[in-house]
């Protein structure tokens, strides 16, 4: 099997999961797909540094959050800025979610800050562990539980439970 | 155990070290508020969870396999190019006319300032030989003027990828630069002008030196000073039993 056949029957399979995150970061179609396609070209690349047998999607999502800052330092902002902002906008639920009638649980979730957000992604829609979520963003276990605990709160005072 | 919102958390997700899930499970039984936090996140983790996932365009896919295949692997040209660098930094750096270029160029970049600037001052050769073998840096022939121009001091320059020891002579607004060039020179033909200076690479002793100035008379003098120290050291070696 070359690396290449290698690669496509690995990392593959969970292009699906990644734009699923790379969905709920950029709340775009668009952005969404420029950015899967750069994670998997970059990930191809560093292929030969992943190690079998450990979770290729928390590596995916890794080199996916690191295209996801390039991208914000190529615009000269950090996701960071965002965090410290406090609450992010509120922005119309896509159409994905109507019918199952998750509305309001969609636009209290893409309202989050985005730091937020990718972390309670990470563990709530992707099943990350809290290590490998510390992994994805380069952050202390500490700082995961932290956003990861905001960003619930946030989303249960939205959706009109107690304030956070 | 006071109520820790952030850690209940944690302890929702499994993520709590084991040891401290008794107290917190204790915590809980007694405290209603972080029971109902408790209960609200399971809820909305169950409902995340529950979220239909959403699909790319069906094209995505059929694009990231062809620019998996359109792009060669960063180090398939990236290799070559590195050795191109290497090899063409070694060529470089060994020949005379671009070491000339590059001493000509530090020579004006020195005496374009306001103010020469050299790390030791000082007529003295011996003291300026001593300054630079305390640096690890032999410089065997230092001649203390020539051609009415007179030694002022001294530093080191850097170059594209070593440095030089650099020595100031002046006289007025007349001025040259003498340096020593660690590592080998190929053959230097005669006549150097770069950048408009008159330049000559001379072996002297095992070392290549260097000289440089806007005025031919300058440099031959200096070639004629060193010369005549080689030849005199000459003499004295052969006069000694």
Redesign the interface.
């Given at each position: 099997m070359t690396r290449?056949q290698r690669?496509?029957a690995e990392a593959?399979p969970h292009?699906?999961?990644l734009?699923?995150t790379a969905?709920?970061m950029t709340r775009n179609?668009h952005d969404?797909?420029d950015l899967?396609?750069e994670a998997?070209?970059r990930a191809?690349?560093a292929f030969d540094g992943y190690t079998p047998g450990t979770n290729i999607r928390a590596w995916l999502h890794t080199i996916l959050y690191r295209c996801r800052t390039d991208a914000f330092r190529r615009a000269g902002r950090s996701p960071r800025t965002v965090e410290l902002e406090g609450d992010g906008p509120a922005v119309p639920a896509?159409q994905?979610?109507l019918?199952?009638g998750?509305e309001d649980?969609?636009r209290a979730?893409d309202g989050l800050p985005e730091a937020f957000r990718t972390a309670?992604v990470l563990?709530?829609?992707q099943?990350l562990?809290?290590d490998e979520i510390a992994g994805v963003l380069g952050v202390p276990?500490g700082t995961v539980?932290?956003r990861?605990?905001r960003g619930?709160?946030l989303?249960?005072a939205a959706?009109g439970?107690?304030k956070p | 155990m006071t109520c820790d919102?952030?850690?209940?958390?944690?302890y929702i997700?499994g993520?709590l070290d084991a040891g401290v899930c008794p107290e917190m499970e204790a915590h809980l039984a007694a405290c209603p508020e972080c029971r109902?936090?408790a209960e609200?996140?399971r809820a909305?983790?169950a409902?995340?969870?529950?979220?239909?996932?959403?699909?790319?365009?069906p094209e995505?896919?059929a694009?990231?396999?062809r620019?998996?295949?359109a792009?060669p692997?960063?180090g398939s040209w990236l290799l070559p190019l590195a050795a191109g660098v290497v090899a063409l930094l070694a060529w470089a750096r060994g020949a005379s006319p671009f070491v000339a270029w590059e001493l000509s160029r530090d020579h004006d970049h020195c005496f374009s300032k306001r103010h020469l600037p050299a790390k030791v001052w000082s007529s003295d050769p011996a003291y300026i030989a001593e300054w630079f073998e305390r640096q690890a840096t032999r410089v065997p022939l230092i001649p203390d003027g020539a051609g009415g121009l007179e030694l002022v001091g001294a530093r080191y320059c850097p170059l594209l990828d070593r440095s030089v020891a650099h020595l100031y002579y002046t006289n007025g607004d007349h001025r040259l630069s003498m340096f020593v060039v660690p590592g080998p020179v190929r053959d230097s033909p005669r006549e150097l002008r770069p950048r408009g200076n008159f330049v000559r690479l001379m072996h002297v002793g095992g070392t290549t030196v260097g000289l440089v100035s806007e005025e031919e008379g300058a440099v031959a003098a200096f070639e004629r000073a060193l010369s005549t120290t080689v030849a005199s050291n000459v003499a004295v070696d052969r006069a000694a039993p």
């Open positions: 290449e690669f496509e593959l292009l699906k999961a734009y699923g969905y709920r179609v969404a797909e899967v396609q998997f070209l191809y690349r896509p994905d979610a019918a199952s998750g649980l969609v979730l309670v563990r709530d829609v099943d562990t809290y276990i539980m932290s990861i605990h619930r709160a989303m249960r959706l439970g107690r | 919102p952030e850690r209940l958390t944690a997700d993520a109902a936090q609200e996140e909305l983790r409902r995340l969870r529950a979220l239909p996932p959403v699909d790319p365009s995505l896919e694009r990231v396999r620019s998996l295949r792009r692997r960063r």
